[in-house]
């Protein structure tokens, strides 16, 4: 085990770091005039920071213990998270987000009120909330804290995470989505870097891929496993890992946010398929280092001890302080994330509903408030995460129960114009009710033992009859409902004459064949 101690020189770079970020979001402050500045930046974000932002708002601190820690025990099979991203991302590109963009919408709950209702809207927006601050924010906080207490195992947690909190709120507070893009740039840029340099030195002082090979199963260095696999089986990666893929980068309004804020529709398509090529080096970055850490360290007493471990006994003074500053960007960039959508979130879907006589100056304060409330609540539930670990195992798996009838709602209202907000607050309450009843079940009465991938396709599957039969057994929605809201063979038509004359470069339809060519590649490199 190395000494988990900091020169003062990576000290002073990590704090430079921190610097830099609140200097961002003080001067972005100056330039925010109404709602739409600081919520969605002005809608004038390109395709370069979308791509970095989404990456960087993915790639927290979490990711990069998890991907590390779980090569590191289970195997590369964590790996399937990431490429089915890319996939994911190309399908959004395509289908959904020309419709994101052109309604105008600041949150993904508005979107449902546009499609179906307010109720759904409700829901969502609570919903949302609730994933975004309990499970998001606590599983980011935890890795960091983590790290942190390996340095200074003298200072309680609660002070050093609420130092972080602090930091990441504040430059949030002032600059809104703006800052929080222009610095996920910057944290992606940094995390990127270091990881390369990990993996670099990590092989270099493993010697040869056979060494790897020597102490690790062909079965841990395969990306598709048996049905028997606890991890990812192979029937799970094509079932539940779509269906959470799509909840996460579709429908997620901490990620999505920074797709509103796109200048026009094809720079919102080059930044979702930017992010998806961003999605591809950590095979061999993030967890194929992991893997390497099994001839390096094969005693560690906890696999989340790989990543720290990596960083501290193979990095240098100066470099270590450059990497700390991507994995303490990666902490941050998911708290940015969450402190602004969830204010977006309030704000928007909540406030402005109740008080529409707010002018978009007020609502802008609005959401500065509750941005700072936020960063309270996180740095008080930080300090628990440690001690309710197996919890927050349970709250990773809470997305299986929870977001698949509303993946439901997005897929069948884009593309049945039959779909009804009837169809679609049944689909609710029955998901809703069924998901509760199967979480009971299989993770705390143990009655059933069904794996959480399959239980995402269990809940998706059961609420589709109820949403179309009360559909067909209901009116049909009304016009305005519909118009500009329906994936169909007219808008595909429309989206071809516009792509007449286009250079291949600039053609997003080929930009994601390109993509899906290199994803596929990859998955059977590693089959």
């Given at each position: 085990m190395p000494e988990f101690s900091l020169h003062p020189i990576d000290l002073s770079l990590v704090g430079v770091y921190a610097m830099v970020v609140v200097y961002l979001g003080l001067r972005f402050a100056k330039k925010h005039k109404n709602a739409e500045d600081y919520f969605l930046a002005g809608r004038s974000m390109t395709w370069p920071l979308i791509g970095f932002s989404l990456l960087a708002s993915n790639m927290s601190s979490t990711s990069l213990v998890g991907l590390a820690g779980d090569a590191y025990s289970t195997g590369i099979s964590v790996y399937n998270y990431e490429w089915m991203a890319a996939v994911i991302l190309v399908f959004f590109a395509i289908f959904i987000l020309p419709f994101y963009l052109r309604s105008k919408i600041y949150t993904i709950p508005e979107f449902l009120e546009k499609r179906f209702d307010g109720r759904s809207r409700t829901y969502f927006s609570i919903l949302t909330l609730f994933l975004n601050i309990v499970v998001d924010t606590a599983g980011s906080l935890y890795a960091g804290g983590l790290l942190i207490k390996l340095i200074f195992p003298e200072i309680p947690m609660w002070q050093t995470i609420a130092i972080m909190a602090l930091v990441a709120g504040l430059y949030t507070i002032a600059g809104g989505l703006a800052a929080v893009i222009y610095t996920d740039m910057i944290q992606a840029i940094l995390l990127l870097i270091g990881s390369v340099i990990i993996a670099v030195i990590a092989f270099i002082k493993v010697g040869s891929w056979e060494a790897v090979q020597n102490v690790t199963s062909p079965e841990m260095l395969s990306l598709v496993r048996p049905l028997d696999d606890p991890a990812v089986p192979w029937l799970g990666l094509i079932t539940g890992v779509p269906l959470l893929g799509f909840y996460f980068w579709c429908t997620n309004q901490f990620m999505v946010q920074r797709v509103l804020s796109a200048k026009d529709e094809n720079h919102g398509r080059w930044g979702a398929i930017f992010a998806g090529l961003l999605k591809l080096p950590p095979l061999f970055i993030m967890v194929l280092p992991g893997t390497m850490a099994r001839v390096l360290y094969p005693n560690l007493p906890k696999a989340d001890l790989v990543y720290p471990t990596l960083l501290f006994d193979l990095l240098p003074v100066g470099?270590?302080?450059?990497?700390?500053?991507?994995?303490?960007?990666?902490?941050?960039?998911?708290?940015?994330?969450?402190?602004?959508?969830?204010?977006?979130?309030?704000?928007?879907?909540?406030?402005?509903?109740?008080?529409?006589?707010?002018?978009?100056?007020?609502?802008?304060?609005?959401?500065?408030?509750?941005?700072?409330?936020?960063?309270?609540?996180?740095?008080?539930?930080?300090?628990?995460?440690?001690?309710?670990?197996?919890?927050?195992?349970?709250?990773?798996?809470?997305?299986?129960?929870a977001v698949p009838p509303i993946v439901a709602l997005f897929l069948i209202g884009i593309f049945w114009k039959r779909a009804n907000a009837q169809g679609a607050i049944s689909a609710i309450i029955v998901g809703f009710v069924s998901g509760v009843v199967l979480f009971i079940l299989n993770e705390f009465k143990s009655v059933i033992d069904i794996h959480f991938l399959y239980i995402a396709l269990i809940l998706f599957v059961a609420v589709i009859p109820v949403m179309i039969i009360v559909s067909l057994l209901t009116p049909p929605p009304p016009e305005e409902k519909t118009t500009g809201l329906i994936w169909n063979?007219?808008?595909?038509?429309?989206?071809?004459?516009?792509?007449?004359?286009?250079?291949?470069?600039?053609?997003?339809?080929?930009?994601?064949?390109?993509?899906?060519?290199?994803?596929?590649?990859l998955v059977i490199m590693w089959w």
């Open positions: 470099v270590l302080g450059i990497v700390l500053a991507g994995f303490v960007a990666a902490l941050m960039s998911q708290i940015d994330s969450t402190l602004n959508s969830a204010s977006t979130l309030v704000t928007m879907d909540f406030v402005h509903k109740k008080r529409p006589d707010f002018d978009s100056k007020k609502l802008m304060w609005v959401g500065r408030g509750f941005t700072a409330f936020f960063m309270v609540l996180a740095a008080i539930w930080a300090p628990y995460i440690e001690n309710f670990a197996s919890l927050f195992k349970y709250l990773q798996k809470v997305l299986s129960y063979r007219k808008f595909y038509r429309s989206e071809s004459r516009l792509l007449e004359g286009v250079p291949w470069y600039r053609n997003y339809r080929i930009l994601s064949i390109i993509l899906i060519l290199f994803t596929a590649a």
